[in-house]
């Protein structure tokens, strides 16, 4: 005879009884273990939207401040690209001026009438020897005219 037998047929009333050998009811398993995973679930998915929107706005932030920093070396390019084929019609000019070197020139500039004698043709520059012995420096660039 069991233990729970002998138990059960002792004269005790009932709220008294000895719960040693009752077996435990396995507890039926409802939605809550899939609702408790599913609302898991949900909180991993927002935090991890959570972590990904702030890199990405990281991300966006510094792509911002490189495109301004592409903008401005963009526009420093182009100044530096103006600047040079500036010098770049010096060249056909000073292909000329080298031809014309040690003989009498009057250059024209804006800020007046230089004449006397080339004596130096330089990659942006011209020297001409002036009658009273002054040397004149002239960029090629503020030439307007020769003679």
Known sequence: MSVCKVIKKLPCPPHKKLKLCRRRKKKKKTGNSFLKQLRRLRQQIARITRVYQSRINRLSAEISRLTDFTNQIRNDVNILQAQVSALA????????????????????TDAGAISGTLIEVGTD???ILEPTG???LVPL??????V
Do not use: W
């Open 125 to 127: 520059y011209v020297a």
């Open 89 to 108: 019609t010096a060249p056909g000019i000073r292909d000329v001026l080298l031809a014309r070197l040690n003989t009498s020139i009057v250059v024209e």
């Open 134 to 136: 002054a040397i004149v």
């Open 141 to 146: 660039t503020d030439i307007n005219t020769f």
